[in-house]
């Protein structure tokens, strides 16, 4: 099961663009790279997901450069409502594992 | 958008004491599992279950631990003998295959608290 690390919090403004960098060295070949957000008291949400370069949906956007042994989560104009833990997963066929993510704070 | 359900959403319990979560997950998925969460600590895996039978399970999922798919829509999970240590919210997800490729839907998780 391939490690992760990312950072234990970031602090951001209200409108800002907020870059949230997993590092996950020993991905394998067949892992998939995938991002979740929980609020507290409540479940972890699924962000995003991607294998390689870039993806994007309606939330947000995942950028994985070629050797993917990183990951970029982007919350583009984040608002108070994005302060969360974000979750950075890689797996393959086993059960997704949780690190300790990374608390974002958004003031206004 | 579908979700997870979990009842109750609090429950104290005395230490001994066998306490059953309820979840129903999504009708149309076909993997389930529960996750538990201790104040301040993070996310941890205790079991998969998949066509009536586990999967997998993590350390912490011992013999006082079990799971069980009474019917066609609820999914449990039993604690024999509650420790002061069981104390955490307890999340129950499900997903329509199996991960990674896949996401999880998460329940909003049942508060459990030993005395």
């Known amino acids: 099961l391939a490690k992760t690390t990312q950072p234990i919090s970031m602090d951001s403004y209200e409108g800002q663009e907020v870059n949230i960098t997993c590092s996950h060295n020993n991905i394998a070949t067949n892992d998939y790279i995938t991002w979740y957000q929980q609020f507290p008291s409540q479940g972890p949400r699924f962000i995003i997901q991607?294998?390689?370069t870039k993806v994007t949906n309606e939330v947000a956007s995942l950028f994985i450069p070629a050797d993917r042994k990183s990951s970029t989560l982007s919350l583009p104009r984040v608002s108070l409502s994005d302060t969360a833990v974000y979750y950075c997963?890689?797996?393959?066929?086993?059960?997704?594992?949780f690190g300790k993510g990374t608390m974002l704070l958004v003031s206004p | 958008e579908p979700e997870v359900t979990q009842t109750p959403s609090h429950q104290v319990t005395q230490m001994g004491q066998e306490v059953i979560l309820r979840c129903v997950p999504i009708?149309?998925?076909?993997?389930f599992y529960w996750y538990r969460q201790i104040l301040g600590q993070k996310v941890e895996f205790l079991v998969s279950f998949y066509n009536n039978e586990i999967s997998e399970k993590s350390e912490i999922f011992d013999d006082q631990f079990s799971v069980e798919r009474p019917d066609g829509s609820n999914f449990t999970l039993k604690i024999r003998s509650t420790k002061l240590e069981d104390s955490a919210m307890y999340f129950c997800?499900?997903?329509?295959?199996?991960?990674?490729?896949?996401?999880?839907?998460f329940g909003s998780g049942t508060q459990l608290s030993v005395l």
């Open positions: 997963l890689v797996a393959q066929y086993s059960t997704l594992t």
């Open positions: 991607g294998y390689k």
């Open positions: 997800a499900s997903s329509e295959v199996r991960p990674p490729n896949e996401k999880l839907f």
């Open positions: 009708s149309n998925h076909l993997y």
